[in-house]
């Protein structure tokens, strides 16, 4: 079992940054891709990005693409997401997930453990 924390939430202007990291509790290496989504009320969850196990590929949502960078520290056991130009339209709350494979994909199905997401609110 894998318990995801993530972090870095808030509230933020339109044109802003915020940076989210997400990391296991207690022990657990994250050793496999991992990913960030998204949900904002009364909508699917949205993919954001993925990455792969060494960080070396990377995937992007159409939506935030250019303007988020997804990363890891292997060392610290840490994966991050960098936002930036923040959006009204991009308040959501923010989820991480392991994905259950040995590649980074964009279906949500192919993630077995989540976190319990951090609320990201841009005001306009």
């Known amino acids: 079992q894998v318990q995801l924390v993530e972090s870095g939430g808030g509230l933020v202007q339109a044109g802003g940054s915020l940076r989210l990291s997400c990391a296991p509790s207690?022990?657990?290496?994250?050793?496999?891709?991992m990913g960030w989504f998204r949900q904002a009320p009364g909508k699917v969850r949205e993919f954001v990005a993925a990455?792969?196990?060494?960080?070396?590929?990377?995937y992007y949502g159409s939506s935030v693409e250019d303007r988020f960078t997804i990363s890891r520290d292997n060392a610290k056991n840490t994966v991050y997401l960098q936002m930036t130009s923040l959006k009204p339209e991009d308040t959501a709350v923010y989820y991480c997930?392991?994905?259950?494979?040995?590649?980074?994909?964009?279906?949500?199905?192919?993630?077995?453990?989540w976190g319990q997401g951090t609320q990201v609110t841009v005001s306009s």
């Open positions: 997930a392991q994905q259950r494979n040995a590649v980074p994909t964009t279906a949500a199905d192919d993630y077995d453990y």
């Open positions: 990455i792969s196990s060494a960080g070396t590929t990377t």
């Open positions: 207690g022990g657990t290496l994250l050793t496999r891709p």
